[in-house]
């Protein structure tokens, strides 16, 4: 397997690998990276679907991808999907995937096309005062210091970052900064959360930094992501002949390793309450996802609270079982063993009074049931106690949704501080507390807040104990190797799988795993496609370095006569015209701005 980038590898089709016909393949979970897996084997190592297997523990696919109408509950998303441009495995895997609702278009197709003629973007990103705009201007706030604490991180090695917490590496001015504002809500970071990790995001996402304060960077489908992307994908695998046994739960791996060489030999579950499994030999290819951020998720309702499960969790103790075998198979504890730190939780709030959505269009500045794009992406309450967050996508977003309700997705990073409206933490509030608190924030009227609450909306929250697992501070062989070495027939997939410098908490993610381990174990001869390389850019380095000093030019120190003569010698150079192009210093003839580098103070 190798990496590529390109259109002559990315059109290419590779050939047919030698003894694909003699190979089966068993897939542990339905998640994206394992029906993606599915897929660009059927699709790029040309393995009949028929041979392709794929056991889940619960009764539909998709992970943590979902979207769901309980009938007794009301609408529920966990969480939503925020994509952008590079995510380049995603977009090879939709090309090939066709679209439910187009005729002859592919669901890349149908996304692109979309969001061409509906670009997203936020109108407003942060409130304060119950729903007034918070006027942050698109600004970053980041002194020098913080800009320095960035460049350090930005610049260390991976080693340096290895089991350090976010507040290890950055200061004090760097967390009060809108940047931080901007960022942990919109990827869900804590202040404990990995350093290393926090590096990887930086890198993978610099060509969006500018993007950052209206969420400009993104994309979003049209419906919720167990419809539009989901969906597409099952009903093509199937009609491939892929076979699903829902209902079915894993236990156990066993594996023969002896001399380097390391065979799955029998995937052992359970189903309907009987053991059983399969024995493997070394054409039986098995490809595990490993950990689950969405394991053992509690949905409360409308007058109950989400419970925290804190009991057995079958995703985790499968890969514990799997661990024991071998220290190259990672260390799942690193992950799952403070739930106090990797727990939050959301809740999906359908509007069913015509005067809630009054409030949300006040806020998005949009009319919510246009069918266009709402809120754009989250919007956060900055002074709430619970540091609430939420967003309204395009409407409806599930297609049997009536025509008169909105669907908005709500979620907080501090469930157990007391909220601002009702006194008790998110943790403890049923649906309709937790509705009062964000309809608070929204501006509604105190004395409307208890009815609408209780009339005017239905509210199903879901308590995740492992949702921001990944995040948590690791090092080098916590996470096993997508196939690890002296692997005959099986690979580890999804968001605790080791691959380069791509960044968990994404659908890219999930796919680059699941593409990595078609390829090696078929020995498809087709590159990966490489991450997007804007890190590596510096254009893009430098239109992000003047983004996150709020357009402020850099200052030159020494004498004015020689601060003058260095303008000038890089007038009409490249560098001269990358650093005028992009605002960093004063241009040919901008005697106004020299002016004012002459007292500047670095």
């Known amino acids: 397997m190798y990496y590529s980038n390109g259109n002559y590898e990315a059109f290419a089709r590779p050939r047919k690998p030698e003894g694909v016909d ?226 079915t739960e894993v236990t156990d791996i066993d594996f023969d390793i002896t001399d380097g060489r390391k065979q799955a030999t029998r995937i052992r579950w359970k189903r309907d309450g009987e053991e059983s499994g399969v024995d493997l030999g070394p054409d039986d290819l098995v490809l595990a996802t490993i950990g689950s951020l969405t394991e053992n998720s509690s949905d409360g309702d409308q007058h109950t609270p989400a419970k925290l499960d804190v009991g057995p969790a079958p995703a985790w103790e499968l890969w514990k079982n799997i661990a024991a075998n071998d220290d190259a198979f990672g260390r799942p504890e690193v992950f799952c063993g403070d739930i106090e730190k990797t727990k939050w939780e959301s809740a999906t709030v359908t509007t069913l009074d015509t005067r809630i959505p009054e409030y949300i269009q006040k806020i998005s500045q949009r009319d919510p049931f246009s069918g266009r794009v709402v809120t754009g992406g989250i919007v956060t309450a900055k002074d709430s106690s619970w540091l609430l967050s ?14 008169d309700q909105i669907v908005v997705w709500v979620y907080s990073l501090f469930v157990d501080t007391p909220g601002d409206f009702v006194k008790k933490t998110m943790a403890e509030c049923t649906g309709e507390e937790i509705t009062q608190e964000w309809l608070y924030h929204m501006g509604v009227p105190v004395d409307q807040i208890p009815e609408l609450a209780a009339e005017g909306a239905r509210c199903v929250p879901v308590m995740m104990p492992y949702v921001t697992s990944f995040f948590m501070p690791r090092k080098a062989g916590d996470r096993p190797d997508i196939v690890p070495e002296g692997s005959v027939n099986f690979a580890f997939i999804g968001q605790f799988a080791e691959t380069t410098r791509d960044t968990i908490f994404t659908t890219e993610y999930s796919v680059r795993s699941g593409m990595e381990a078609a390829y090696r174990l078929l020995g498809v001869d087709r590159g990966v496609p490489e991450v997007f390389n804007s890190t590596y850019d510096i254009r893009q380095l430098l239109k992000a370095t003047t983004r996150l000093r709020d357009g402020e030019e850099v200052a030159l120190h020494g004498p004015t006569f020689l601060r003058n003569r260095l303008l000038k010698r890089l007038d009409g150079t490249e560098i001269g015209e990358l650093l005028t192009d992009f605002g960093l210093v004063p241009g040919a003839g901008d005697t106004t701005a020299r002016a004012r580098a002459d007292d500047a103070v670095s």
């Open 22 to 247: 003699d190979k089966t393949a068993w897939f542990v979970g339905a998640g994206l990276a394992s029906m993606a897996s599915a897929t660009l084997m059927i699709r790029d190592g040309q393995m009949s679907g028929d041979k392709i297997t794929i056991l889940e523990r619960l009764k539909l696919p998709g992970g943590a991808l979902d979207g769901i109408k309980e009938p007794k509950k009301g609408f529920v998303i966990r969480g939503g999907r925020e994509m952008e441009d590079h995510m380049e495995c995603l977009w090879d895997l939709f090309r090939s995937i066709p679209s439910l609702e187009i005729e002859g278009a592919s669901v890349l197709d149908e996304f692109y096309w979309l969001n061409k003629d509906d670009p997203n973007s936020s109108l407003c990103r942060v409130t304060v005062n119950q729903g007034e705009d918070a006027h942050t201007n698109k600004l970053f706030t980041l002194s020098e210091k913080a800009q320095k604490d960035m460049v350090k991180v930005f610049l260390a090695t991976r080693e340096e970052m290895e089991d350090k917490r976010i507040d290890e590496v950055f200061g004090d001015e760097f967390l009060a900064s809108n940047f931080w504002l901007y960022w942990r809500t919109m990827f869900a970071f804590e202040e404990w959360h990995s350093a290393l990790e926090m590096k990887l995001y930086l890198h993978r996402f610099v060509h969006h930094i500018s993007g950052l304060p209206d969420l400009s960077a993104l994309k979003f489908t049209k419906y919720n992501q167990y419809e539009s992307l989901v969906l597409p994908m099952y009903r093509w695998l199937l009609d491939q002949g892929v076979t699903f046994e829902f209902s």
């Open 390 to 403: 939420w967003t309204v996508n395009r409407q409806p977003h599930f297609q049997q949704q009536p025509k």
